[in-house]
Nanobody, 121 residues
Framework: QVQLVESGGGLVQPGGSLRLSCAASGSIFKIYAMGWYRQAPGKQRELVAEVTLRGTTNYIESVKGRFTISRDNAKNTLYLQMNSLKPEDTAVYYC???????????????WGQGTQVTVSS
């Protein structure tokens, strides 16, 4: 069984930084694309940033230049470095990954439980 566990959320003042981590564990043969999504109160969940298996990254416009997504394939871990945080970044952040559990299985989509990020003075 595959699990994604996020950590690193919290309360930070505007202009501050946080680093989110997402560790994948369980039966894992290969992890394909990974991404961070967020959902603010009353809003739909949106993709914040994604990274392919080969390291190609993509960001939504509002976080470009402030957030950096990265992955450590040896550790099956995804990161999101968030700098210059703004109140509008406040949301629950979710980790997402396409994972093939074994060589005979299809790739399934997995989600973490979410971690709260609050940017406020």
């Amino acid at each position: 069984q595959v699990q994604l566990v996020e950590s690193g959320g919290g309360l930070v003042q505007p202009g501050g930084s946080l680093r989110l981590s997402c560790a994948a564990s369980g039966s894992i043969f290969k992890i394909y694309a990974m991404g961070w999504y967020r959902q603010a109160p009353g809003k739909q969940r949106e993709l914040v940033a994604e990274v392919t298996l080969r390291g190609t990254t993509n960001y939504i416009e509002s976080v470009k230049g402030r957030f950096t997504i990265s992955r450590d394939n040896a550790k099956n871990t995804l990161y999101l470095q968030m700098n210059s945080l703004k109140p509008e970044d406040t949301a629950v952040y979710y980790c997402n990954a396409g994972i093939q559990p074994n060589t005979f299985a299809y790739v399934d989509e997995y989600w973490g439980q979410g971690t709260q990020v609050t940017v406020s003075s």
